[in-house]
């Protein structure tokens, strides 16, 4: 048996695309070859396969929103941001070139920026659930920022250059290279998207934050 995939996801983003697809056709192989594996057996494999996989595969039956340890196979759902799920927006920025996740990584151990303290004290979740944009864009930390801006400079720059000019927190997404910023209204997302793209020539779009699951799509 054969299947294609045709991505739309930009690749070395930072945005999961790879992971997402594993899991998806997990599920996907599940149904079509009737084998009604539980989801922990699923779960099993999908740790095999990647960090961020278990994560993509939770998220089927338990929302968009987690909070992941271990390796990322250790999945708690959360509420999502915003106080009422999918109504949040961000404006996401995908530069023309890509970051390849194991080298960030590699450029994160020799920088030394592990620490324990990040992985020890979690963040108060219930409170983010009911914070604006505004207030919860500055709390979220990247801690592979520094060494994706080691590798490419110009992305370190290029988030500089979005905060000042659109006056507000800007984070990357993953281990690169895109970047985002989060906002309460459509409109604004789009508006944000539509400067990026005509004043800097960099591609943008608007985003909705934390969809309803796939299992809460009508059919």
């Keep these: 048996m054969s299947a294609f995939l045709t991505k739309r996801i930009p690749r070395g983003a930072g945005l999961g695309g790879g992971s997402s697809d594993a899991a998806a056709t997990l599920i996907a192989l599940n149904l079509l070859w009737k084998q009604n594996w539980p989801l922990e057996r699923l779960m099993s494999i999908a740790a095999g396969l990647g960090s961020d996989v278990p994560f993509f595969l939770r998220s089927w039956d338990m ?22 799920a999918g109504k949040m927006r961000a404006t996401l920025i995908t530069p023309a070139f890509e970051l390849a996740t194991a080298a960030v990584y590699r450029q994160f151990d020799e920088m030394g920026l592990g620490d324990d303290q990040s992985l020890n004290q979690e963040p108060d979740w219930s409170a983010w659930t009911k914070c604006s944009a505004q207030e919860l864009m500055p709390q979220l930390v990247n801690d592979l920022e520094p060494a994706a801006f080691a590798l490419r400079p110009e992305l370190g720059e290029l988030r500089t ?14 281990s690169g290279s895109s ?19 005509e004043n800097l020539g960099i591609g943008a779009m608007e985003v909705e934050v934390a969809p309803a699951r796939v299992s809460d799509v009508p059919t």
Aim: charge should be positive; hydrophobic fraction near 35%.
């Design 179 to 197: 970047l985002f910023l989060l906002c309460d209204k459509a409109e604004e997302a789009r508006s944000k998207a539509s400067w990026v793209r």
């Design 161 to 174: 250059k979005l905060e000042r000019e659109l006056s507000q927190v800007v984070r990357m997404s993953g």
């Design 63 to 84: 929302g968009p929103s987690s909070v992941c340890s271990g390796r990322g196979e250790r999945v708690r759902p959360i509420d999502p941001p915003g106080m009422l």
